[in-house]
Antibody, heavy 122, light 108 residues
Framework: QLVESGGGSVQPGGSLRLSCSVS????????MSWVRQAPGKGLECVAN????????YYVDSVKGRFTISRDNAKSSLYLQMDNLRVDDTAMYYC?????????????????WGQGTRVTVSS | SSDLTQVPALSVALGQTVRLTCQGD??????SSWYQQKPGQAPRVVMY???NRPSGIPDRFSGSSSGNTASLTITGAQAEDEADYYC???????????FGGGTRLTVL
């Protein structure tokens, strides 16, 4: 089970920190991901993080503004979002990455949390 | 290339077969996965790899791939299959995470 929290409304330029609390599997064994969905739009992978936290991936549009991190002792995933823009408005989902993401093999996102909504507006 | 292309909308009669497609150069090299999303719900994976269904996904869902096209086939579509479907894979470098734009499936 993955449960996101931390979403809300913020003005452009503001910050939010999303959290994802994980249970039901060994968190430290998996790459983890944040995937977002703007209203009425498709899915976009925002950031991924390796099991030990030493390797990360960011979509170009959030590089330098968002930071993904994890605490394996707490089975928790985080997304620090700074300098937020209107186009960051979206539902943000936490998802486990299954398969061989780090080795250019097949991988997929499963399971997913229910999401936390982020609204950036003046 | 960094695009996965899906038809925006499809419809299928109840009980009939429908094939959803996803096109992209990277699909010649990398496997895809498929996600179903119903209104107000989180996505869930329905197919991954060559033709693998997660536990709980009905066997009317099947996957295939040929050249630059990955396909998700629903054989005997049911009303509960009405949803948005997204494909996913890597880009041609293997480094980027890509999702297709999604196909809205209507079951008539």
């Amino acid at each position: 089970q993955l449960v996101e929290s931390g979403g809300g409304s913020v003005q452009p330029g503001g910050s939010l920190r999303l959290s994802c609390s994980v249970s039901g599997f060994i968190f430290s064994n998996y790459w983890m991901s944040w995937v977002r969905q703007a209203p009425g739009k498709g899915l976009e992978c925002v950031a991924n993080i390796k099991q030990d936290g030493r390797e990360t991936y960011y979509v170009d549009s959030v590089k330098g503004r968002f930071t993904i991190s994890r605490d394996n002792a707490k089975s928790s995933l985080y997304l620090q979002m700074d300098n937020l823009r209107v186009d960051d408005t979206a539902m943000y989902y936490c998802a486990r990455i299954s398969g061989e993401y780090g080795y250019y093999g097949e991988y997929w996102f499963h399971p997913w949390g229910q999401g936390t909504r982020v609204t950036v507006s003046s | 290339s960094s695009d996965l292309t899906q038809v925006p909308a499809l419809s299928v009669a109840l009980g009939q077969t429908v094939r959803l497609t996803c096109q992209g150069d990277s699909l010649r090299t990398y496997y895809s996965s498929w996600y179903q999303q119903k209104p107000g719900q989180a996505p869930r994976v329905v197919m991954y790899g060559e033709n693998n269904r997660p536990s709980g996904i009905p066997d009317r869902f099947s996957g295939s791939s040929s050249g630059n096209t990955a396909s998700l086939t629903i054989t005997g579509a049911q009303a509960e299959d009405e949803a948005d479907y997204y494909c996913h894979s890597r880009d041609t470098t293997g480094d980027l995470v890509l999702f297709g734009g999604g196909t809205r499936l209507t079951v008539l």
